[in-house]
């Protein structure tokens, strides 16, 4: 194991995901709790992280001096090498001027940090962020690299097997840094890099038990990657102390419900329960048309229903929930004030405060891409792995303007047309998220011999990393011919098709 002791960098979780793909188990712990995790779990190695706070304040976070005590080898990363000066006889200094972002590091001395990587006299990018600076290194250490704007951007005591950089390695933006990582865990402390997803597995449903001890769990089961991989692992660990709930609110995509059950009940034997309450859903939401009243009108009506199953089943002491580690950072970093809500995002976070019940979230460590390898782990099938994001208030959101039965209808029709179209090319994968949009427009058009007067449709599709940003797909024409064209002659209702090649920013993905 290697024990990550987390000062509050928003990329900590980077670290640990680094060292997995090393190969080596890791746990993040919030340095408070670092010196009884230290105890308790016998790491080989330890890396210090970055963190908002300045070592030269009165009170600001420390590591436990038994680390360093302890012959392990330890690499600090940012305000862990300012840590590890002012803890271990150096000096650090406040208020220089800034340095944050891309950065060139020129290696002045071998190190086994750099070994089979950089060579003196090489320069390299890294990522800076940081204020402060190191300005005296304690006894034994020497400078391996330096930057413009950090004579000690990187630093080590060899014997000790003490390492510490300025820059941050756990970023794709220092290029060479996982390979950095991977040099301090496999060549420095000496760990085999054998570990995989499949420890992963195992752990996680060992920590549920612990957690979840002979409670009652029930689970919100939406048919996304998320929800279901999190159902299926606190089912592998706990059984049938656990209920899923799948509430249809009638907003959900052709067949959809019907197939996520259906996989569910096939393959896993756990207990699901369906709730049918599209005519409550519909029936608050006809007519309306403000895309934040639709939003709100939806996650209150999924708590009250929520609640009521809840109830039904005589309560429950814990929520499952697919929360991916993303959702915490977004959730818990923005210190620098209020951020604006672009849109209420629906999920099931209003729940546990209202419902007193405690969280499980087995997924919070891992990033989409994780909890797709998870995923396959758990046997989930391929085709549902992969599938594309759905957003939880679903069709209404791609229904500008005022909901009725027969417009989600249309667009329900449209979407799976749509959908089946990208399949048949190939290119499901290649997108990131793909889905139709029925505006509150009509239009003319002739069929055969007739006029026409219909809704348009709006194509979309993007590429994306995270939902965060993202670029509309360049499909080629023929592509987007054919599907216009089956929409337009196999639903009833859409005489006219666009596609949408709006970028995120300045647009979003979904229209509301
Ligand atoms: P936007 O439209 O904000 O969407 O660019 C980014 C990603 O989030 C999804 N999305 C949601 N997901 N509940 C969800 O679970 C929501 O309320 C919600 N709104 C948007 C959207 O589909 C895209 O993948």
Redesign the pocket.
């Known amino acids: 194991t290697v024990l990550i002791v987390d000062f509050g960098s928003q990329v900590t979780q980077l670290i640990a995901r680094r060292v997995r793909e090393a190969g080596v188990y890791s746990e993040i712990v919030p340095f408070q709790l670092a010196e009884d995790a230290f105890h308790r779990l016998s790491p080989k190695a330890v890396i210090l992280s970055g963190g908002p706070a300045s070592t030269t304040d009165i009170g600001s976070p420390r590591a436990p001096q038994v680390i360093f005590e302890s012959g392990l080898p330890v690499l600090g990363i940012c305000y862990g090498e300012q840590l590890m000066c002012a803890q271990l006889g150096g000096a650090v200094e406040g208020g220089h001027h800034r340095e944050f972002g891309r950065a060139f590091l020129d290696i002045r001395k071998d190190s086994a940090l750099f070994d089979g990587i950089w060579e003196v006299g090489s320069r390299h990018q890294v990522w800076m962020s940081h204020g402060d600076r190191v300005t005296a290194l304690p006894e034994g250490f020497e400078v391996i690299g330096t930057s413009t704007g950090a004579p000690f951007a990187a630093i080590a005591d060899e014997k000790r097997r003490f390492y510490a950089v300025q820059f941050h390695p756990e970023v794709i933006h220092t290029p060479d840094g996982a390979k950095l990582l991977s040099n301090f865990v496999h060549k420095i402390a000496g760990l085999a890099g054998d570990w995989t997803m499949a420890a992963y597995h195992e752990q996680a449903v060992q920590a549920i038990r612990d957690q979840v001890g002979d409670g009652r769990v029930i689970c919100a089961l939406s048919g996304g990657v998320d929800s279901s991989v999190a159902a299926l692992l606190i089912h592998e660990a706990v059984g049938d102390q656990l209920t899923c709930i799948l509430v249809d609110h009638g907003l959900m995509r052709k067949n959809e419900a019907a197939e996520v059950v259906a996989m569910f009940r096939e393959h896993y034997n756990l207990s699901l329960i369906l709730v049918d309450a599209s005519d409550r859903f519909i029936g608050a939401l006809e007519g309306e048309s403000d895309p934040e009243k639709k ?1 709100k009108t939806i996650g209150r009506l999924f708590i009250e229903i929520f609640e009521e199953e809840a109830g039904k089943l005589g309560g429950a002491d814990f929520l499952a929930q697919g929360t991916l580690y993303p959702d915490v950072i977004e959730s818990v970093s923005f210190t620098g004030g209020p951020s604006v809500t ?2 209420s ?3 099931v976070g209003g729940l546990p405060e209202r419902m007193n019940m405690k969280l499980v979230e087995p997924l919070r460590e891992l990033f989409k891409d994780e909890v797709r390898v998870l995923g396959k782990e758990l046997g989930l099938p391929d085709s549902f792995i992969g599938r594309h ?5 679903g069709l209404a ?1 791609r229904c500008p303007g005022g909901i009725t039965r027969e417009k989600l209808e249309i667009l329900r029709e449209a979407d799976a047309i749509y959908l089946d179209e990208i399949r048949k090319a190939g290119l499901y994968d290649a997108i990131w ?1 793909a889905f139709a949009v029925l505006l509150p427009v009509q239009t003319v058009g002739v069929m055969g011999d007739g006029r026409t007067y219909e809704f348009v449709c709006a194509l979309r599709a993007v590429t994306s990393v995270d ?1 965060m940003t ?1 670029d509309f797909y360049p499909y080629d024409m023929d592509f987007l011919g054919r599907a216009a064209t089956r929409i337009i002659n196999e639903v009833k209702g859409i005489n006219r098709v666009v596609y949408d090649i709006t970028s ?1 920013p300045p647009g ?3 229209w509301e």
């Open positions: 939003r672009i849109k995002h629906h999920n994001p759905f957003p939880g208030p959101i998220q939902g993202a995120k979003t993905i979904e």
